[in-house]
């Protein structure tokens, strides 16, 4: 006893007694992080996690001020910006850090895929990422509505209807999402519901799933460093890699600072449901590359109307992404499937990054 | 083990019976939690205005060749342009790709939708990009300085 008390202190050993730190601590010794030459890559999801911890303090934050309604939305938010101390930084911070999150996402989502991670025995660690990710991109979404402001209302009217697009089932989906037959202040009230209640509740339970997943499993080694007879390394997660973690994120918080700083969120102007859809109107980065998809595609393709196609191109990658897993390995075709899926990933992010690129390049107006 | 059987000897029926009644009342409790949850999910129909004739705020005198604006048509926005050649006529506003608010574009004399590049004649005819159908036409009535537009048919 007197050897522990030397060693830990009395209130570690209080604790220890009643909620059991040293099974924690003796978890925490175990975890290691595999060294080779992609080790980099697994910073990202540490990545994103903080930048979710970022994305939930300032929400609650801005929640003390936003009013959820038609009449107020803008309003609350004008004020926010321009009367609240420091709601310009908070709104910012909350702004950019959510598209960093997405891009943090998007880096560990490929990483995992080019570097095959989603390998037996971590089918479900997959499957819930991809859940996760649906969530942020939900979260992206139903956010970029809240402000109520002109980009808002036709990006949420174009990305209402494309589930409205679908034969038997589209009218219906697009209902529900909208609460009403248009685009209004009860698609707010329930974007905002959606938004900082029904994501957030979800993703704390996927994202319980994913960690739990990632402890049990511990981290993938890529098949490269798998096969090959070298011995294998790895490196403490507690505290070595952690700490490495913390200058990322000390990192990352600066970039956010930055980017908060010069260049702040904007809120341009109240949506007007009659109104025409402004010049130039865009939807988040994320999304760029679907938009300038239904944007190139023909009123027809075969008879069929080119948006209906559009969206099921899209469902059809989303599926196939998920499915990575099960096709990689029950396709039978051993190292083929394996390149094969690696080579889905790099045509997806080839085809994303033109899109994007075209999306922010081409003029609207031609 | 032997002995455990013959001691407590199970009633497969009974034992049938109540994993059928335990499941179909879980089954049954869940029914009644999600169907209210699921209709209080969907929207109530709310009754939308039917205006088949509105008489618009602006006057004949006020509208220029080759320009349209925007007007609200019961719920819904509506274009009301005039050709260069001085023709008026209006449409619905909601382009048929995926429903952004169309606008008119002097430069060009067309209906365009800024949203996907979507162009439309002046007869509201899908012409080039996304669009897969033509702009529902209404009908102008000009009655003295007073423009109504109203439903076809």
Redesign the interface.
């Given at each position: 006893m007197e050897l522990q008390t030397a060693k830990h202190g009395r209130l570690w050993i209080w604790l220890d007694e009643r909620i059991g730190l040293g099974g924690l601590a003796k978890l925490a010794k175990k975890k290691e992080v595999p060294l080779h030459r992609h080790t980099f890559w697994y910073y990202f999801g540490g990545m994103t996690l903080f930048l979710f911890m970022i994305q939930v303090t300032t929400g609650i934050l801005l929640l003390l001020y936003y009013r959820p309604s038609a009449g107020e939305a803008f309003e609350s938010i004008q004020f926010l910006m321009t009367e609240v101390q420091f709601g310009w930084l908070i709104r910012s911070i909350h702004a950019w850090s959510a598209n960093l999150m997405i891009f943090a996402m998007f880096i560990h989502l490929f990483s995992a895929l080019l570097l095959h991670a989603y390998r037996r025995p971590r089918e479900m660690t997959w499957l819930s990422g991809g859940g996760l990710l649906a969530l942020c991109l939900g979260f992206g979404f139903t956010g970029y509505l809240l402000p109520w402001n002109e980009l808002a209302f036709f990006a949420t009217r174009v990305g209402t209807e494309i589930p409205g697009v679908l034969p038997v089932i589209g009218p219906f989906l697009r209902r529900l999402l909208r609460g009403g037959n248009d685009v209004t202040g009860a698609t707010l009230t329930r974007f905002y519901g959606i938004h900082v209640a029904i994501l957030p509740a979800s993703v704390t339970l996927v994202l319980g799933l994913h960690l739990f997943l990632v402890q049990k499993h511990g981290m993938s080694r890529p098949l490269s460093v798998e096969t090959n007879s070298e011995e294998k390394k790895a490196m403490p997660f507690f505290p070595n890699f952690f700490l490495r973690d913390l200058v990322g994120w000390l990192c990352a918080l600066g970039l956010l600072a930055a980017l908060a700083a010069y260049y702040p969120a904007e809120l341009g102007k109240k949506a007007d449901p009659f109104q025409p859809a402004p010049i130039g109107i865009k939807p988040e980065w994320y999304f760029m590359a679907m938009f300038q998809t239904l944007k190139l595609l023909p009123s027809h393709i075969l008879g069929i109307e080119g948006e209906l196609l559009g969206v099921l191109g899209f469902g059809i990658v989303g599926v196939v992404l998920i499915a990575v897993p099960f096709l990689d390995r029950s396709s039978g075709l051993g190292k083929t499937a394996t390149r094969l899926a690696a080579a889905f990933g790099f045509t997806l992010i080839v085809y994303s990054v033109i899109l994007t690129y075209l999306g922010y390049t081409m003029n609207p107006t031609k | 083990m032997a002995t455990n059987e013959t001691s407590l000897p199970v009633d497969h029926g009974r034992r049938n019976f109540l994993n059928w009644f335990l499941g179909t009342s879980a089954g049954a409790f869940l029914v009644a939690v999600l169907y209210p949850v699921s209709r209080y999910?969907?929207?109530p129909e709310?009754e939308?205005s039917t205006a088949h004739t509105v008489t618009l705020s602006v006057k004949t005198q006020e509208l220029k060749a080759n320009s349209g604006q925007?007007?609200?048509f019961g719920?819904?926005?509506a274009i009301l342009i005039e050709s260069p050649a001085g023709v008026v006529r209006a449409f619905s506003?909601t382009c048929t790709?995926?429903?952004?608010?169309?606008?008119y574009?002097s430069d060009i004399s067309q209906i365009?939708?800024?949203?996907?590049?979507g162009h439309f004649d002046l007869n509201g005819k899908?012409i080039e990009?996304?669009?897969?159908k033509p702009l529902e036409e209404y009908v102008v009535n000009l009655r003295g300085d007073q423009i109504v537009v109203s439903k076809k048919g």
């Amino acid at each position: 006893m007197e050897l522990q008390t030397a060693k830990h202190g009395r209130l570690w050993i209080w604790l220890d007694e009643r909620i059991g730190l040293g099974g924690l601590a003796k978890l925490a010794k175990k975890k290691e992080v595999p060294l080779h030459r992609h080790t980099f890559w697994y910073y990202f999801g540490g990545m994103t996690l903080f930048l979710f911890m970022i994305q939930v303090t300032t929400g609650i934050l801005l929640l003390l001020y936003y009013r959820p309604s038609a009449g107020e939305a803008f309003e609350s938010i004008q004020f926010l910006m321009t009367e609240v101390q420091f709601g310009w930084l908070i709104r910012s911070i909350h702004a950019w850090s959510a598209n960093l999150m997405i891009f943090a996402m998007f880096i560990h989502l490929f990483s995992a895929l080019l570097l095959h991670a989603y390998r037996r025995p971590r089918e479900m660690t997959w499957l819930s990422g991809g859940g996760l990710l649906a969530l942020c991109l939900g979260f992206g979404f139903t956010g970029y509505l809240l402000p109520w402001n002109e980009l808002a209302f036709f990006a949420t009217r174009v990305g209402t209807e494309i589930p409205g697009v679908l034969p038997v089932i589209g009218p219906f989906l697009r209902r529900l999402l909208r609460g009403g037959n248009d685009v209004t202040g009860a698609t707010l009230t329930r974007f905002y519901g959606i938004h900082v209640a029904i994501l957030p509740a979800s993703v704390t339970l996927v994202l319980g799933l994913h960690l739990f997943l990632v402890q049990k499993h511990g981290m993938s080694r890529p098949l490269s460093v798998e096969t090959n007879s070298e011995e294998k390394k790895a490196m403490p997660f507690f505290p070595n890699f952690f700490l490495r973690d913390l200058v990322g994120w000390l990192c990352a918080l600066g970039l956010l600072a930055a980017l908060a700083a010069y260049y702040p969120a904007e809120l341009g102007k109240k949506a007007d449901p009659f109104q025409p859809a402004p010049i130039g109107i865009k939807p988040e980065w994320y999304f760029m590359a679907m938009f300038q998809t239904l944007k190139l595609l023909p009123s027809h393709i075969l008879g069929i109307e080119g948006e209906l196609l559009g969206v099921l191109g899209f469902g059809i990658v989303g599926v196939v992404l998920i499915a990575v897993p099960f096709l990689d390995r029950s396709s039978g075709l051993g190292k083929t499937a394996t390149r094969l899926a690696a080579a889905f990933g790099f045509t997806l992010i080839v085809y994303s990054v033109i899109l994007t690129y075209l999306g922010y390049t081409m003029n609207p107006t031609k | 083990m032997a002995t455990n059987e013959t001691s407590l000897p199970v009633d497969h029926g009974r034992r049938n019976f109540l994993n059928w009644f335990l499941g179909t009342s879980a089954g049954a409790f869940l029914v009644a939690v999600l169907y209210p949850v699921s209709r209080y999910l969907v929207p109530p129909e709310v009754e939308e205005s039917t205006a088949h004739t509105v008489t618009l705020s602006v006057k004949t005198q006020e509208l220029k060749a080759n320009s349209g604006q925007i007007f609200r048509f019961g719920s819904q926005p509506a274009i009301l342009i005039e050709s260069p050649a001085g023709v008026v006529r209006a449409f619905s506003a909601t382009c048929t790709h995926l429903g952004c608010i169309v606008q008119y574009r002097s430069d060009i004399s067309q209906i365009w939708c800024a949203c996907h590049n979507g162009h439309f004649d002046l007869n509201g005819k899908n012409i080039e990009g996304p669009p897969p159908k033509p702009l529902e036409e209404y009908v102008v009535n000009l009655r003295g300085d007073q423009i109504v537009v109203s439903k076809k048919g």
